[in-house]
Structure formats: structure tokens, C-alpha cells
């Protein structure tokens, strides 16, 4: 029996046409059993993956990713489709007047000339929006909790200072971490697993509002040290097989004595440009 051939690859209306095959009942039996609740690792795994091509800076890696998180947009939405919620066209159509209605200073008649402008309009059309609703939310609210800890702390952080909850300084932050540190030292003294780990909390989290007054997001820098250890890691263990040995007898000074060794050709790299 001769397959179907599959649609025309241009345009989001040939994906619609890709979904609704693999989801007939003629179609792919995985594709057919998914879920909203089903995908949602996949949504997610996708974004990262988004990130981590964004990150590596190959733009075909980058298209590529971009287009497997619009698969699943494309996903959820035949989902809803067939529900009788909303279409992909619902879904465009609603994200085009919102961000005309969150952009005033550009179709409508407000002014905002900075960035710091612009996010403190779009906050308050935020909040405006959401009392529209009905919504009686805390401030703080609304700030997804599958969020990474690290960026939903950053935003929660962020949020707060909107509201005029925040140092003063960075210098302050800082001071504030010394004082963190100290208590967590103190827990760790006590050994009392549910200490130490408020304490620890209270660390990162202060950590993380040091990152913010600098400007730098902690899930970026914490995702780049992951890649740099990573890195750095493999070329001890790649460096231990080459010689004839392996991580489990290896000695601890040889392979921080190969961990140097990458750390440095990382260095030498960034200054030649290679």
C-alpha cells in the first residue's frame, strides 16, 4: 500500500495540515495518544533546547530548535481543536492584540522612551488586565511555578522592586550574603537537615538579587557554568583514557592538574578568538 505523501512544507497553515494527518485515525498511534498534560515535558524540553542552540550560536541548530517548540505549539493547539476550545488562528489573533494593546507608546498614544519605561507600562497593563479579569491575585503572583527556581526567584525579585521592596544597593546585597553565610555556617554546625537547607535557601536567594543589581540573570550564568564544568570535565576524562587510564583510578591531583589544563586552554582560546 502506497503511504501518503505528506503536505507541503511552507508555511504554519503546511504544520496544521502535518498535525491533523498525524493525529487522523490513520495516523501516527504515538501522536494520536498525546495530551495537553502528555506534552508538557516535550514544551519544555523544547524551549531549553531553544536556549541551549541560542547559546552554542549555529544558527542552523538555532532553526532547527525553533522550529521543533513551534511544533508543539502547533501540537496543543490541534489538541484544543478538536476539543472545540480554540484554533491556531485564536491563538495568533489573541497574541497580535495583545501585544499591540501592551504597546501603547507604539500604536496608541502614551510615551515611553526607555526600556525601564516600557516594562513598568507593560506591568501596570498587566495588572490592569488581570483586575479586568476579576483576578484578585497577591502582587507576587503570577510568576509560573514551574519556573526553574533560580529564574522564578529572579523574577520574584524583580517584581518587588518594582514595588519599591529593595536595597538600596549592591554593596547592601552584598553585606546582606555575608550575613546569609554566617547563618548558614551556623546551621551547618547544628546539622539539622531542615536548617541548613532554609539557610542554604536564604543564600541563593540573596545570591540571586546580587545578580540582578549587576544585571545578570543567575539561570544564564548557572546554565554556562554547568556547560564550562561539563566542558571542562570531558577533557579530563578524554585526556585520562588517552593515556591509558580512567576516572575511576585515576589520582585526584592528576586530574585537577588536567582540570587547570583545560581551564587554561579556555583562556587562551577566548583571547586568540579561537
Known amino acids: 500500500m502506497t503511504k501518503d505523501k505528506s503536505p507541503e512544507k511552507t508555511g504554519i497553515p503546511s504544520l496544521e495540515a502535518l498535525m491533523e494527518r498525524l493525529r487522523a485515525p490513520d495516523g501516527c498511534p504515538w501522536d494520536k495518544e498525546q495530551t495537553m498534560q502528555s506534552l508538557t515535558p516535550f514544551i519544555i524540553e523544547e524551549a531549553y533546547e531553544v536556549v541551549s542552540a541560542i547559546d552554542s ?6 532553526r532547527e530548535e525553533l522550529g521543533d517548540l513551534l511544533f508543539q505549539v502547533i501540537f496543543v493547539s490541534q489538541l484544543a481543536k478538536e476539543e472545540g476550545r480554540f484554533t491556531l488562528s485564536d ?45 484578585s491575585e497577591g502582587y507576587l503572583s503570577g510568576i509560573p511555578e514551574v519556573l526553574p527556581a533560580l529564574l522564578r526567584a529572579h523574577k520574584i525579585s524583580q517584581k518587588a522592586s518594582k514595588a519599591g521592596f529593595d536595597w538600596q544597593s549592591v554593596e547592601e546585597v552584598l553585606d546582606k550574603l555575608d550575613e546569609e553565610t554566617g547563618e548558614f555556617k551556623e546551621a551547618v554546625k ?12 536564604d543564600m541563593l536567594f540573596t545570591m540571586v538579587n546580587i545578580g540582578r543589581f549587576l544585571q545578570v540573570n543567575p539561570e544564564d550564568a548557572l546554565r554556562r557554568t554547568i556547560s564550562k564544568f561539563i566542558s571542562r570535565f570531558h577533557h579530563v576524562e578524554r585526556s585520562l583514557i588517552q593515556k591509558g587510564g580512567d576516572l575511576s583510578t585515576a589520582e585526584m591531583s592528576e586530574m585537577e592538574r588536567l582540570w587547570q589544563e583545560a581551564k587554561a586552554s579556555e583562556k587562551k582560546n577566548a583571547k586568540t578568538g579561537g
Open 190 to 201: 547544628s546539622r539539622t537537615a531542615a536548617d541548613m537547607e532554609e539557610e542554604l535557601g
Open 91 to 135: 491563538v495568533i489573533a489573541g497574541s497580535h492584540e495583545k501585544m499591540v494593546r501592551r504597546h501603547p507608546h507604539v500604536f496608541g498614544e502614551s510615551n515611553a522612551d526607555t526600556s525601564e519605561a516600557v516594562l513598568k507600562q507593560w506591568a501596570e497593563i498587566k495588572k490592569a488586565e488581570k483586575k479586568g479579569l476579576g483576578k
Open 57 to 62: 550560536g549555529d544558527m542552523d541548530h538555532i
